[in-house]
């Protein structure tokens, strides 16, 4: 059976609310139903898709989340993102992203993929994750 498409990935954090508002106010993906797990989190939406899950740890009482999902619910701040160098997203509006990023003081940095007619714009989420926008240079030319 082939794979489709990716549907979603998950960040394990300590903080749901700052990689919940990373996610909202800087990536620009929508907070949306989440299911009654037994501990806490948030999803995040890209129009009817659910891309990002925010798995919530609570220091005090993990055993939700083991339950769940397994013995691994420890990780302390600096561990970022383990064996996944990065997540991509295709985005738009190069110019605004910029700007909001610079006056949200989120650290970014641009590249333009030779011959592929991208330009990225990358950055770290909460957690260390990498994200990567890419937007099509045929747009920027537009703009």
């Known amino acids: 059976m082939?794979?489709?498409?990716?549907?979603?990935?998950?960040?394990?954090?300590?903080?749901?609310?700052?990689?919940?508002?990373?996610?909202?106010?800087?990536?620009?993906?929508?907070?949306?139903?989440?299911?009654?797990?037994?501990?806490?989190?948030?999803?995040?939406y890209n129009g009817d898709t659910a891309v990002v899950h925010i798995v919530g740890i609570d220091p005090n009482d993990a055993s939700g989340l083991e339950g769940y999902l397994g013995d691994k619910a420890t990780v302390t701040a600096g561990d970022g993102t383990g064996s996944i160098d990065h997540i991509a997203f295709i985005a738009s509006d190069i110019d605004k992203m910029r700007e909001d990023f610079s006056a949200k003081k989120i650290d970014f940095f641009e590249r333009e993929v030779p011959g592929l007619g991208l330009r990225q714009i990358f950055l770290k989420d909460p957690n260390g994750v990498t994200i990567e926008l890419n937007f099509r240079v045929v747009a920027l030319a537009a703009e």
């Not at 082939?2 to 990689?19: C, E, F, G, Q, W």
């Open 2 to 44: 082939p794979i489709n498409k990716l549907d979603h990935y998950s960040i394990r954090t300590m903080d749901v609310a700052t990689s919940r508002d990373f996610y909202q106010d800087v990536v620009g993906l929508q907070v949306g139903p989440r299911p009654e797990f037994p501990f806490p989190g948030a999803w995040l």
